[in-house]
């Protein structure tokens, strides 16, 4: 068996959250839908004055992304190449503008995007997907043991910033309202009211609270297997540290017959004359 990387509703989210910002500031009125690796629908949203024929052709420019695992663009092109068998696969639509999620080289879900031109529908879907797994971030002087604040690319809201407050967990990545994440430490807040788009695993935390000030920090998606699977790993390391503890230095520190062998006086000082005997 083998353990594979799955989009989850955070990562649905940011990705949704960051194509609309994409659409808005260049002012595309457009569809975009959202797919798991198999194809199926976990987002769709069509914004404000988005053509109606943008539903469907959004949400089959997903579908081919994640079934062909690679951009709907390679395919139209495959098609205007000659190869119209793609034409038979129902439910695809075989136009620019949907785009894979790529995890480690596989694909995880994909993006669709319909409203505008093709090229820019594929600039709304990159932008998603770049916002997820794409950005480095780096430590701020205003970190702390309640959290550590990071700076670089803004992360959109797709509802708002002020929530009901619910409960914080270690790790916590929260996004207040000028869009710049949050990391959460030991002595953050029991609760908060901010979004939270993920949390960062257990096992990567001691590492991440060491960072400094102007460290690069960048993110990566992983399932509930690889993140148990690495605090067992830390779990295991930390177990095993009593039995790698020496003394730090293994020969006694005085070597009494050395010191003996030595000629460490070479002539007698008189203190009363300044004179020298040898």
Not at 48 to 69: L, N
Not at 80 to 85: M, S, T
Not at 150 to 158: E, F, K, Q, W, Y
Not at 230 to 242: S, V
Request: net charge negative.
């Amino acid at each position: 068996m083998i353990t594979r990387k799955a989009l989850t509703l955070d990562d649905v989210q940011t990705i949704a959250a960051a194509a609309e910002a994409e659409a808005k500031k260049n002012g595309w009125k457009v569809s975009i839908a959202i797919t798991d690796d198999g194809g199926h629908l976990m987002h769709f949203q069509r914004l404000d004055g988005a053509p109606i024929q943008s539903t469907w052709i959004s949400q089959g420019k997903a579908k081919a992304a994640s079934y062909a695992r690679r951009p709907t663009k390679a395919l139209e092109e495959i098609v205007g190449n000659g190869r119209n068998a793609f034409l038979s696969v129902p439910d695809l639509v075989l136009l620019e503008g949907g785009e894979p999620i790529m995890v480690d080289g596989i694909c995880i879900g994909g993006v669709g995007v319909s409203g505008v031109k093709s090229s820019e529908d594929a600039q709304i879907a990159q932008a998603g997907i770049a916002a997820l797994l794409g950005s480095t971030y780096t430590v701020t002087p205003a970190s702390d043991r309640m959290g550590m604040r990071l700076t670089g690319p803004t992360i959109a809201h797709a509802k708002g910033y002020n929530i009901v407050s619910d409960g914080i967990a270690p790790g916590s990545i929260q996004v207040p309202g000028n869009g710049l994440p949050i990391v959460l430490l030991a002595d953050r807040q029991t609760t908060g009211g901010y979004p939270k788009i993920a949390t960062v695993i257990s096992a990567d935390l001691p590492v991440l609270g060491r960072l400094v000030p102007g460290a690069q920090v960048a993110f990566e998606a992983v399932d509930i297997e690889a993140a148990e699977a690495a605090a067992r790993r830390l779990a295991a390391d930390l177990a095993a540290l009593p039995a790698r503890i020496v003394p730090a230095r293994r020969e006694p520190v005085l070597d009494a017959v050395r010191l003996l062998a030595e000629n460490l006086v070479s002539g007698v000082a008189d203190a009363r004359d300044g004179g020298s005997h040898g």
